[in-house]
């Protein structure tokens, strides 16, 4: 997990949701959007991916811990909010990242 001043807020959610460019593989989807001050971030693991909330939970703190990794290698100052969709509960976790990793190169936010 981030600190509080790196996560996106309540009110800043909804901007980047909408008004972000959107990225998308297989088994994730990126939402990035240009922030002023520094690189903020989000983690969501809709239930459709799976109804226990602990499998849920272990997605999102390794997605959490992928992002944590990259953070310094992230050029602009952006919110980032990364979406799991179906199938990505059954990846390993070096797939997962090299696959999170390859999204944000795409994406021009990490290089």
Not at 4 to 13: H, Q
Not at 15 to 20: T, W
Not at 30 to 38: A, C, G, I, Q, T
């Amino acid at each position: 997990m981030f600190p509080r001043n790196k996560r996106i807020g309540k009110t800043l959610f909804p901007n980047v949701f909408r008004q972000g460019r959107i990225f998308s593989s297989p088994t994730f989807s990126l939402r990035v959007r240009k922030n002023e001050n520094k690189n903020t971030f989000a983690v969501v693991v809709p239930e459709s991916v799976s109804p226990l909330a602990t499998r849920r939970n272990v997605l999102k703190r390794r997605g959490y811990v992928v992002l944590r990794k990259i953070d310094k290698k992230i050029t602009p100052p952006v919110s980032v909010i990364l979406l799991f969709k179906k199938g990505s509960e059954k990846m390993t976790f070096s797939k997962l990242e090299s696959e999170i990793k390859d999204l944000c190169k795409k994406s021009g936010i990490l290089s």
